[in-house]
Nanobody
C-alpha cells in the first residue's frame, strides 16, 4: 500500500528526492511521515505532516535541509533532501496513519509502512 523509492548513492552535499506512492486508502490517512534507520541504530523520525492542518514537522538533524510534500494527482508523498551528509545514510521508510492527537514523531502512531529505500551518502 506504500511503495518508497528514490534512494541511491550520492556524494556529500548532494540532493535526493524520495517518493512514496500510496494507495487511495493510505493516501487519505490523517498524516504521512518519513523515518530512517541506520545500521545498528533504532529507527528515527525524519519528517511528518498533518495534511488537513497543513502542519509539517522535521527532526532537528534535517531541519532546513528537508522538505516534505505531496502530489494529490499522483497519490505520492515526497521527501526532498538537500545538502546531504554521510550521517544521513540509512534506509528511509514512509508511513501513513495517525490522528489529531498523535505524536507524529513516534513510529507506533502509524498504521501503514513502506518497504524502505536505501540512501547512502559518501564523504
Amino acid at each position: 500500500q506504500l511503495q518508497a523509492s528514490g534512494g541511491g548513492l550520492v556524494q556529500a552535499g548532494g540532493s535526493l528526492r524520495l517518493s512514496c506512492a500510496a494507495s487511495g486508502r493510505t493516501f487519505s490517512s490523517y498524516a504521512m511521515g518519513w523515518f530512517r534507520q541506520a545500521p545498528g541504530k533504532e529507527r528515527e523520525f525524519v519528517s511528518a505532516t498533518r495534511w488537513r492542518e497543513g502542519i509539517t514537522y522535521y527532526a532537528d538533524s534535517v531541519k532546513g535541509r528537508a522538505t516534505i510534500s505531496r502530489d494529490n494527482a499522483k497519490n505520492t508523498v515526497y521527501l526532498q533532501m538537500n545538502s546531504l551528509k554521510p550521517e544521513d545514510t540509512a534506509v528511509y521508510y514512509c508511513a501513513a496513519g495517525g490522528n489529531y492527537w498523535s505524536d507524529l514523531r513516534r513510529s507506533k502512531e502509524y498504521n501503514y509502512w513502506g518497504q524502505g529505500t536505501q540512501v547512502t551518502v559518501s564523504s
